[in-house]
């Protein structure tokens, strides 16, 4: 069977890089030049994004093969269960299949903007458990899956105890690897894996990192997806406007970060990147991604 958490037993912590569909063909000269940069650090594999909107569905799987291309690296394509029945879920996943994915970051996606609650379509999914059982059963062993998991707790959830019981079922589904909602205070992360180790999961839990790099990006981010900002990296990064500045402040607290995650042992590190490669490469220039233990 094909499995993600292969990537995750060796020596070295295994890093990952996420990209998304650019909108132009602008922004896919950029995506190609920065994706030549970041293959330097030597990723495992990278993945890219997929949109609400339909257009930018079949923008995914472009990236997937031209990144695969390019690179001759695995390229996991994300998948959500927003506006899509079974029937064209498994459409997608042949698809993908077809032009080279091997692996899926399976997720139910977000509410429409304007609505609190996310609402299936006829004939669709509700929960991401049950797209990860639609990928075992229509294709058996044949797609890597990751899903998503929430070191702050996802912001639907009705406590953290439900939470993860949520998402121990998509593990159970057959899930093998889990990529966490990024943070910024590593001891949010400590504590899910903790309680998800006692909760019985087992799969390799990798830690998400988004080196911001300025403050009004990161308020932006801290309120889309719920990860707090220190007050210590608030208040530093609040001390000067100036943009180089603020690109330091981020770019050197995703670095202490990673550093202090590889000492704790995590079997590897997906990174936000944005579809740039100053931040990453700064961030990682120079480090040693080799375990301690
Ligand atoms: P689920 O695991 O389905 O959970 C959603 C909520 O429902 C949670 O509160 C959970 O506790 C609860 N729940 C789950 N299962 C059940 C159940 N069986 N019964 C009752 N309650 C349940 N969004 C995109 O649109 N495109 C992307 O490419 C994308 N990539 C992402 C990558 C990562 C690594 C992460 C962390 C997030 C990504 N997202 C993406 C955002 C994601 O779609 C949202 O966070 C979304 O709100 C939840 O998706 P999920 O897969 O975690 O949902």
Do not use: W
């Amino acid at each position: 069977p094909i499995k993600l958490a292969d990537h995750y037993n060796g020596e070295q912590c295994a890093i990952s890089f996420e990209l998304f569909p650019p909108k132009t063909d602008a922004g896919m000269d950029l995506l190609e030049k920065n994706v030549e940069r970041l293959k330097a650090f030597q990723p495992s594999f990278f993945t890219c994004t997929y949109g609400a909107g339909g257009s930018t569905q079949s923008r995914t799987l472009d990236v997937v093969q031209r990144v695969r291309e390019l690179t001759g690296l695995p390229v996991a394509s994300h998948l959500t269960c927003v506006g899509s029945t079974v029937g064209q879920l498994g459409e997608y996943l042949a698809e993908a299949k077809r032009r080279g994915a091997d692996y899926i970051v399976a997720l139910r996606g977000d509410p429409p903007k304007g609505s609190e609650s996310f609402q299936a379509v006829e004939g669709g999914l509700r929960y991401a458990n049950e797209l990860v059982e639609l990928i075992q059963e229509r294709f058996p062993d044949q797609f890597g899956i990751a899903v998503a998991g929430y070191p702050e707790v996802h912001q639907e959830a009705t406590d953290a105890q439900t939470d993860l019981d949520n998402l121990k079922r998509k593990v159970d589904a057959g899930a093998d690897v889990i990529v966490t909602q990024l943070f910024y205070d590593n001891d949010d992360f400590y504590r899910f894996r903790d309680a998800c180790q006692a909760a019985g999961i087992r799969v390799p839990i990798v830690p998400g990192i988004l080196p911001v790099t300025n403050y009004k990006q990161a308020l932006r981010i801290a309120g889309m997806c719920k990860a707090r900002i220190p007050d210590q990296m608030a208040a530093a990064m609040n001390e000067n406007d100036d943009a180089d500045y603020q690109f330091k402040v981020g770019v050197d607290h995703a670095r202490v970060q990673t550093i202090d995650l590889i000492e704790n042992g995590v079997p590897g590190i997906h990174y936000y990147v944005l579809n740039k490669s100053d931040a990453a490469g700064q961030m990682l220039d120079g480090l040693s991604l080799g375990m301690q233990s």
